[in-house]
């Protein structure tokens, strides 16, 4: 089993869509928790930290089980500019472990 | 401007060169990484550094070298023995206890 695993998409959704994303994790020591999102042919840039309380920045929510070691992401109201992949990382100190990504496309 | 740094950009080396990737970060970040990542694929961790002096093989460390002489600096070395060292190479850093880890630009490189 991998340590960090994703929903492999491809989401297609149209504009103004919610869609959401899964990560689960099998490290149950994990301490931190992030979403990160990669355009193509670029480097993954820092969306959100995740919170065990939840949190919630504009049209994204982030959302974290510890009793189900999983993560998730939501966005509502979707636009064409979210069309990229979503990464999930977990931590343990310094040792970062990143899911495989979720490709998403918002389509008009 | 804060940040991390990478270069060049794109690299082309013939097969049994050794070839230096440079990752320089201003951020004062303890840590730095190296990962690898491979057309649709995740990111794979090669070597990562928590002080200066110190590193550690990561998941695919194997054909790679780097060192961590200076805090801002951590230069990974693809040898002749990796076998398939075309990829997408990416550097991080990472304050203790902050979030992130923050990524630089990425190089590109390409065994010919």
């Known amino acids: 089993r991998k340590e960090v695993e994703q929903d492999p998409g491809p989401f297609n959704v149209p504009e103004g869509a919610t869609v959401a994303f899964n990560c689960t994790y099998s490290?149950?020591?994990?301490?931190?928790f992030f979403w990160y999102r990669q355009d193509c042919r670029k480097e993954p840039k820092l969306l959100m930290s995740?919170?065990?309380s939840g949190n919630e920045d504009g049209r994204f929510t982030a959302q974290l089980n510890r009793a189900s070691q999983y993560i998730s992401l939501l966005i509502r109201d979707s636009k064409l500019s979210d069309s990229a992949t979503y990464l999930c990382?977990?931590?343990?100190?310094?040792?970062?472990?990143f899911g495989a990504g979720t490709r998403l496309t918002v389509k008009p | 401007d804060g940040g991390i740094t990478q270069s060049p950009k794109y690299l082309f080396r013939k097969e049994g060169q050794n070839v230096t990737l440079s990752c320089e970060q201003n951020?004062?970040?303890?840590?730095m990484y190296w990962y690898r990542q491979d057309p649709g694929q995740g990111l794979r961790l090669i070597y990562y550094?928590?002080?200066?002096?110190?590193?550690q093989k990561g998941d695919i460390a194997e054909g790679y070298s780097v060192s961590r002489e200076k805090k801002e600096s951590f230069p990974l070395t693809v040898t002749s023995a990796q076998k398939n060292p075309t990829a997408f190479y990416l550097c991080?850093?990472?304050?203790?206890?902050?979030?992130?880890?923050?990524f630089g630009p990425g190089t590109r490189l390409t065994v010919l």
């Open positions: 991080a850093s990472k304050a203790s206890g902050g979030p992130g880890p923050f």
């Open positions: 490290n149950s020591a994990s301490q931190s």
């Open positions: 995740v919170y065990s």
């Open positions: 990382v977990v931590t343990n100190n310094n040792d970062m472990r």
């Open positions: 951020l004062n970040h303890d840590a």
């Open positions: 550094s928590q002080i200066v002096n110190d590193f």
